[in-house]
Nanobody, 115 residues
Framework: QVQFVESGGGLVQPGGSLSVSCAAS????????MSWYRQAPGKEREGVAA????????GYANPVKGRFTISRANGKNTVYLQMKGLKPEDTAVYYC????????WGQGTQVTVSS
């Protein structure tokens, strides 16, 4: 059974930085393209970043382009999201999942951007 455990969220001031992590189990992680998603209160979940199985290709949604960086460590079955220049509109619960065939969602990690 595929499982994801997200961690690293918290409260940060506008303009600040934060990194979140996601540990995966139950899948061949090194063969799986991964994505970060987020869901803000009252909004649908949206994809924000994606990375191929080797880490050689990445992509970002327009609202986070130039501010967020996705990376992965296949030896640790972990995918990361570094966030800089955070804005109040980045406030959301952040989740990871497979990019192409979604598995059961983890609990996510809350990121709150507020002064």
């Amino acid at each position: 059974q595929v499982q994801f455990v997200e961690s690293g969220g918290g409260l940060v001031q506008p303009g600040g930085s934060l990194s979140v992590s996601c540990a995966a189990s139950g899948c061949t992680f090194s063969a799986t393209a991964m994505s970060w998603y987020r869901q803000a209160p009252g909004k649908e979940r949206e994809g924000v970043a994606a990375i191929d199985r080797t880490g050689g290709r990445v992509g970002y949604a327009n609202p986070v382009k130039g501010r967020f960086t996705i990376s992965r460590a296949n030896g640790k079955n972990t995918v990361y999201l570094q966030m800089k220049g955070l804005k109040p509109e980045d406030t959301a619960v952040y989740y990871c999942n497979r990019q192409f065939v979604l598995a059961t969602w983890g609990q996510g990690t809350q990121v709150t951007v507020s002064s």
